[in-house]
């Protein structure tokens, strides 16, 4: 069982900026791949962003792409989502998740998840 922490959420203004991380507990970090999902009220968790386990590929939806980087730091057990010119849609709780295997958009290919950081952008 892999324990993951997601933190750096909070309040920004639209045009903004924020940087999340999710630190695993187990050394075994790098063997995954990962994720970050949202779920903003009333809707279903959406695919934002993957990482293979080496960071060398990439994934991202249309609507982030070219303003949210995601990264990973096997050394340090620890992934990152970094977002900027955000916008009110990206108002959400962020996930981040490990999964055995390739990268993959869906959800439920995810094995691990953690507790969810919640992000809120004001026009």
């Known amino acids: 069982q892999v324990g993951l922490v997601e933190s750096g959420g909070g309040l920004v203004q639209a045009g903004g900026s924020l940087r999340l991380s999710c630190a695993a507990s187990?050394?075994?970090?790098?063997?995954?791949?990962m994720g970050w999902f949202r779920q903003a009220p009333g809707k279903e968790r959406e695919f934002v962003a993957a990482?293979?386990?080496?960071?060398?590929?990439?994934d991202y939806v249309d609507s982030v792409k070219g303003r949210f980087t995601i990264s990973r730091d096997n050394a340090k057990n620890t992934g990152y989502l970094q977002m900027k010119n955000m916008n009110a849609e990206d108002t959400a709780v962020y996930y981040c998740?490990?999964?055995?295997?390739?990268?993959?958009?869906?959800?439920?290919?995810?094995?691990?998840w953690g507790q969810g950081t919640q992000v809120t952008v004001s026009s």
């Open positions: 990482i293979s386990w080496s960071g060398g590929i990439t």
């Open positions: 187990e050394d075994t970090f790098w063997r995954f791949s």
């Open positions: 998740a490990l999964r055995r295997g390739p990268y993959a958009r869906e959800a439920k290919a995810y094995d691990y």
